[in-house]
C-alpha cells in the first residue's frame, strides 16, 4: 500500500491549501482515511476521517467548520481542504488508512508527510 500526500505549502493565516493522499495498492471499501498531523513539540492528532465507501466523517473541535475531508473513489484520493488557516494549523500533516476509524482504531498505512506553514 502506497499513500502519498501533497498539497502542502506556505499560506497567509485566513488562507486556504488543499492536501491530497493518493491511494494504491489494495481496495479500502471496509476502511477509514484519515488526516493527522504533528506540530513541532507536540503529539500527533486526528484531524479528519472518513468512511472510503461514504459517510462517517469527523472533525477534531480545533478544525470543525473550517476544514472538509473528501474523497474521490475513482480517483483513490482523499482531500483536505482547510480554509480559513490559523498559525496553530502549521504541522506536518499525514494521510493515513486506519482499520476500523482512526479515532480508536489502529493506523494501518501512513503516507509521508505534507509540511503547512501558516504566517500570521
Known amino acids: 500500500v502506497q499513500l502519498q500526500a501533497f498539497g502542502g505549502g506556505l499560506v497567509q493565516a485566513g488562507g486556504s491549501l488543499r492536501l491530497s493522499c493518493a491511494a494504491s495498492?489494495?481496495?479500502?471499501?471496509?476502511?477509514?482515511m484519515g488526516w493527522f498531523r504533528q506540530a513541532p513539540g507536540k503529539e500527533r492528532e486526528l484531524v479528519a476521517h472518513?468512511?472510503?465507501?461514504?459517510?462517517?466523517?469527523y472533525y477534531a473541535n480545533s478544525v470543525k467548520g473550517r476544514f472538509t475531508i473528501s474523497r474521490d473513489n475513482a480517483k483513490n484520493t482523499v482531500y483536505l481542504e482547510m480554509s480559513s488557516l490559523k498559525p496553530e494549523d502549521a504541522a506536518v500533516y499525514y494521510c493515513?488508512?486506519?482499520?476500523?476509524?482512526?479515532?480508536?482504531?489502529?493506523?494501518?498505512?501512513w503516507g509521508q508527510g505534507t509540511e503547512v506553514t501558516v504566517s500570521s
Open positions: 495498492g489494495r481496495t479500502f471499501n471496509n476502511y477509514f
Open positions: 472518513i468512511r472510503w465507501s461514504g459517510g462517517y466523517t
Open positions: 493515513a488508512v486506519c482499520l476500523l476509524n482512526c479515532i480508536t482504531s489502529r493506523v494501518d498505512y
